[in-house]
């Protein structure tokens, strides 16, 4: 079956910092991974997917993600952290059976402090 | 439209009570998920459908839950009987492809 773990529940980086919030993946298959965001009382925004191809995926806001076979790891990095980017982070695979549903790991709460 | 719409934002019901809520995808979309997000809990998956069939409803919880789909278009999730353990805010996605996704902003039901 296919899966995702967000190993930490809260990341704190400071203001201007560099941010990684982790993710790793268990897969039959190919895996097609994605990481959403979500603010306070928002729905789920897009930021980036890996189906293919370059293993550093650029996404929305300046985020980037880089998808590590051998790590089974596809985490979620950003050079520089502002405050605006406190929020929370889910990380997810697509399940190949029936439909291609996302699979969700449980959501990683970043705080960026000024 | 230009996103997925959910109706209403907020529901407060009484237990006992069953609720409707109603999800309205991007047109031209043919696929349309359901999840459940509740508080301290991720993301879980209800149900999905392809036009009007629903090949994949094992994220259901209970047979309280059912859901809809008419003209390949808007879905209706409904739950009857609510629970105080229904309390959540439920989501809706589409999709044109299964690879991408859009979803909607939710519907935070409270049961009292």
């Known amino acids: 079956a296919q899966s995702v773990a967000q190993p930490e529940d809260q990341v704190n980086v400071a203001e201007g910092n560099p941010l990684t919030v982790k993710c790793t993946y268990s897969?039959?298959?190919?895996?097609?991974l994605f990481w959403y965001v979500q603010y306070p009382n928002r729905g789920l925004q897009f930021l980036l997917k890996?189906?293919?191809?370059?293993?550093l995926v650029k996404g929305s806001y300046g985020f980037e993600a880089e998808f590590n076979k051998s790590q089974t790891s596809f985490h979620l990095k950003k050079p520089s952290a502002l405050v605006s980017d406190s929020a929370l982070y889910f990380c997810?695979?697509?399940?190949?059976?029936?439909?291609?549903?996302?699979?969700f790991g449980q959501g990683t709460e970043l705080s960026v402090k000024p | 439209g230009a996103g997925v719409s959910q109706s209403p934002s907020n529901k407060v019901t009484e237990k006992g009570k069953d609720v409707e809520l109603r999800c309205d995808p991007i047109?031209?979309?043919?696929?349309l998920y359901w999840y459940r997000q509740s508080l301290g809990q991720g993301l879980e998956f209800l149900i999905y459908?392809?036009?009007?069939?629903?090949?994949?409803k094992s994220g259901l919880p209970s047979d309280r839950f059912s859901a809809e789909r008419t003209g390949g278009s808007v879905s209706t999730l409904t739950i009857q009987r609510t629970q105080q353990e229904d309390s959540a805010v439920y989501l809706c996605?589409?999709?044109?492809?299964?690879?991408?996704?859009?979803f909607g902003s939710g519907t935070r039901l409270t049961v009292v």
């Open positions: 996605a589409s999709s044109w492809d299964n690879y991408g996704y859009t």
């Open positions: 047109s031209g979309h043919t696929a």
């Open positions: 897969v039959s298959g190919n895996p097609y």
């Open positions: 890996y189906i293919t191809g370059d293993n």
């Open positions: 459908f392809q036009g009007n069939s629903a090949p994949d």
């Open positions: 997810a695979v697509r399940d190949d059976n029936q439909g291609g549903k996302l699979i």
